[in-house]
């Protein structure tokens, strides 16, 4: 499975598998960014990773070559269903697709506790879901998410309340 982007996204298009404007889906096809995004993590391989998101399976293709095994959550039926077929020699061996919504989905619940979470993450869900993901999972100890402009320049604004409270 060596999918070259202008393949899988041709292959995409003719299963009339294009983005969903309404899931704030956007896919990523630059294999440089695919591998700066993984290489921005700690070493993955031997390790369980919670990919939100994967999409086509590209940022997932680039996490299982690096050695990692990878718990992906995909709310779009369509895309598990194309994942499915394109990753079954490595279902149940070190990749574990599930269809539901990140927001609603309880990595606590998992029989393999992921270190760390991967994603590039639509706008409309980023600061929910990181926050959420930071206050109720500890075993998630590594963060490596690719967001909107916007959502990082948020998050850079925050401020610890005893850093804001010395400020006044």
């Given at each position: 499975?060596?999918?070259?982007?202008?393949?899988?996204?041709?292959?995409?298009?003719?299963?009339?598998?294009?983005?969903?404007?309404?899931?704030?889906?956007?896919?990523?096809?630059?294999?440089?960014?695919?591998?700066?995004?993984?290489?921005?993590?700690?070493?993955?391989?031997?390790?369980?990773?919670?990919?939100?998101?994967?999409?086509?399976?590209?940022?997932?293709?680039?996490?299982?070559?690096?050695?990692?095994?990878?718990?992906?959550?995909?709310?779009?039926?369509?895309?598990?269903?194309?994942l499915e077929e394109i990753f079954q020699p490595y279902l149940s061996k070190n990749l574990i697709l599930i269809n539901e919504d990140a927001l609603q989905f309880d990595?606590?619940?998992?029989?393999?506790?992921?270190?760390?979470?991967?994603?590039?993450?639509?706008?409309?869900?980023?600061?929910?879901?990181?926050?959420?993901?930071?206050?109720?999972?500890?075993?998630?100890?590594?963060?490596?998410?690719?967001?909107?402009?916007?959502?990082?320049?948020?998050?850079?604004?925050?401020?610890?309340?005893?850093?804001?409270?010395?400020?006044?």
């Amino acid at each position: 499975m060596n999918w070259k982007p202008a393949e899988l996204y041709r292959e995409l298009k003719k299963r009339g598998l294009l983005p969903d404007k309404r899931l704030g889906q956007h896919f990523l096809f630059d294999r440089n960014i695919l591998k700066k995004i993984v290489a921005s993590a700690s070493p993955v391989g031997g390790r369980w990773v919670l990919e939100i998101g994967p999409g086509p399976g590209t940022l997932t293709i680039q996490l299982l070559q690096a050695g990692a095994s990878v718990v992906a959550v995909e709310k779009d039926a369509r895309m598990v269903d194309f994942l499915e077929e394109i990753f079954q020699p490595y279902l149940s061996k070190n990749l574990i697709l599930i269809n539901e919504d990140a927001l609603q989905f309880d990595p606590g619940k998992l029989d393999y506790k992921p270190e760390v979470l991967i994603a590039n993450l639509p706008y409309n869900i980023a600061a929910t879901l990181i926050v959420d993901y930071l206050m109720k999972y500890r075993f998630l100890t590594e963060y490596v998410v690719m967001v909107q402009r916007e959502v990082a320049q948020r998050f850079a604004a925050i401020r610890p309340m005893k850093a804001t409270a010395r400020l006044r």
